[in-house]
């Protein structure tokens, strides 16, 4: 018996037989050479297979359209992309012609070209770029050889991989194939896989360094919870016993969980929570009438720049944004995050400059200063969309407060316009700034005399807090928001919003997570925005918890030495 220890994407307990996929994408081993008279067939043959990777991925698109988020679909319309990259493909193309190479030959060498040139970047946000292009390959290969047909045996089993793509693991669910579980050694913890296993449900555990070094046997274990996050290998009698009182405990859970749904969101002691949903594109009207969010606390709006062609208009923008609106109460709390674009976030039609450290560069509220006419555009619809609802505005990646102070002129400037338009537009709007940077973390005092609330932004705070990047595998295990020195930020943007009474609430990835859910209520932060999948456990597990009890961890944790004392404390009061 052998227990490995890795991250969770998405939580569960399941129990079964290994399919391990050793099959490396990349070979450099040429096997066969054309002769001059089957050239043209195998370039027929590849514009055939370029076809039907380009259906295969409109089939996917359409599959999915209204059970899964538009924003998680965006890895779509960036391998579409690159199938339509004049570049990739007449490349391709020369290479079956001039090398003679057969189809599948040309396609893998100049995709490993690719994936080597992004390789060689030292820059981690062309990690994705490099997986992407993997993916693409892939794609086009399986087209040429139905290579589709071995994950058939995938069914019932849990796969043991190096890397799985994110479009492999939708066509995989595309064709009906249910993978019991996901056990690889990749571990990007906010990559699109880990987006999607979750979206999908998934057990799926990351980042186990050296995976083929492991003898895996026929049958493991596979805990993804919280608390365990392990996989266990030829597991013991023992063990398996306690995995049956295990497993039974976590379907109570789950009952539970289902149970809590339509209960209100409060502590044992009375202490009302209130639980705002993450909105990255459309927001299905069943999120809302199942989950019962009390608003949306992040709206990010980046995707409806993406999904054009050029930069949407005013119009556009007001009937996207009215239209999510439009699904809440009129007293519901929406914020609307202002484009938050740069680093890892581009968009197709606008070229940004290279930088060296892109996200030290331009992105959030400085691209937007920098492009006016673009900012006041999307403040103009933001403000119209308002009108008469209880929307509210967020500036991203805030760093000084003249930043605040710049944008909020062009917001006067906007409401002028509006005015000299006869447009109906909301004039008292509530104005807010994400909490993501240190500087604003040691400046909260100035910041909160100017605004109406902060939203804290844990992904980009920590990233910036612990100097570590949160796309970059190198580092991973040094991307830890329970870092007590991120739990100290917290804490100090939090008294200082109380100095000026002004409202704290968490947007980041971490809102969801039970543990930090304890750490916030200790703290007195009780506005959490998150994932709509995140909701339900969340309501669940805040109505286990004694709010006035928690405040006595709160000086303990703010006195840890590291982030495996903070969860230690954490962890006893989610069980
Ligand atoms: C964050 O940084 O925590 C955040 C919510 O913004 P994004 O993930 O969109 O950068
Ligand atoms: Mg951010």
Redo the contacts with the bound molecule.
Sequence with gaps: MEVIKGSFAFEGIVTGEVFLDKKKYIDEGITAILDEKDVENEIERFERALELSKESLEDLRTSFAGKMNEHDLEIITAHMMILDDPIYVSDIKKSIKKDKLRAEEAVKLITTKYVKMFKNIQNPEYRQKELDIKDVGKRIVGNLDKRFEDWKKLDGKILVTEEIFPTELLNIYHLGIKIKGIVMEYGGETSHLAILAKALEIPTLMGIKNIFSYNWGKDIILDTTEINSCVIIEPDEKTKKEYENLLEKFELKKEEIKRDANLPTETLDGEKVSLYINVSGDLDSEEVRTLKPDGIGLLRTELLYMKNTSFPDEENQFKVYSGIVEKFDKDSSIIIRTL?IGADKQLPYFKMKNETNSFLGLRGIRFSLQNQDIFITQLKAILRAAYNRNVKIMY??VTNISELREANKLLERAKKELKEENKLYKEDIEIGV?I?VPSIVMMADVFAQEVDFFSI?T??LTQYILATDRLSETVSSMYDCYNPAVLRSIAFVKKAADLYGKKVSVCGEMAGDAKAIVAFLSMGIKDLSMVGTSILAARSLIRSLNYDKLKEIKEKLLLCHDSKEVKEILIKYIN
């Design positions: 938050d991203p990646m994400m993501e932004g992904n980009d």
